[in-house]
T-cell receptor, first 111, second 112 residues
């Protein structure tokens, strides 16, 4: 099945900084989803990308699917303390429609 | 707020015991998926239920079992609990054929 790896696993940024996190696969992905999990919370769906080279924006968050559909990125502009949490990428595998998650990228923000 | 509810929120059991966790899906959804999330890890797929039948299973032993009821709510049962079963158990509801799953708040299970 399709597997995804996230880098880095931890990121500490100063409030106001920009940063980018990545999700990589050795195989071509049919889709990629991104979730955010606040400390003590549950995963919350952010976005799904399905097309090669697709770019979607949500306020300060920009999501991109690579041209080869083997990687995806999440870029946050002007990080705020409300961005704190763990960001997961996941692949929705057809048939059983199960989500296969990466290990996550834990973001902390220094105010 | 997703409309997905889970009970209980926290649970402490001892090794060898059995546990039942419950999930009520969002209105209009007919599919429930269960995930196990160990500390510091991503959620791992346990199984999915659709129309009261198992519709896919992850790499979990048979002592993990489930049910789905006519109202689409679901139960996760774990027998012969082991220390490694300590985790956050998440259910996610969805409408079959759509791509978005909505997670509940989870049940934190501790096995001593």
């Amino acid at each position: 099945g399709q597997q995804v790896m996230q880098i880095p696993q931890y990121q500490h940024v100063q409030e106001g900084e920009d940063f980018t996190t990545y999700c990589n696969s050795s195989t071509t992905l049919s889709n990629i989803q991104w979730y955010k999990q606040r400390p003590g919370g549950h995963p919350v769906f952010l976005i799904q990308l399905v097309k090669s080279g697709e770019v979607k924006k949500q306020k300060r968050l920009t999501f991109q699917f690579g041209e080869a559909k083997k990687n995806s990125s999440l870029h946050i502009t002007a990080t705020q303390t409300t961005d704190v949490g763990t960001y997961f990428c996941a692949v929705l595998q057809g048939g059983s429609e199960k989500l296969v998650f990466g290990k996550g990228m834990k973001l902390t923000v220094n105010p | 707020e997703t409309g997905v509810t889970q009970s209980p929120t926290h649970l402490i059991k001892t090794r060898g015991q059995q546990v039942t966790l419950r999930c009520s899906s969002q209105s209009g959804h007919n599919t429930v998926s269960w995930y196990q999330q160990a500390l510091g890890q991503g959620p791992q797929f346990i199984f999915q239920y659709y129309r009261e039948e198992e519709n896919g299973r992850g790499n979990f032993p048979p002592r993990f079992s489930g049910l789905q009821f006519p109202n689409y709510s679901s139960e996760l049962n774990v027998n012969a609990l082991e220390l490694d079963d300590s985790a956050l158990y998440l259910c996610a509801s969805s409408l079959m054929g759509t791509d978005t799953q909505y997670f509940g708040p989870g049940t934190r299970l501790t096995v001593l």
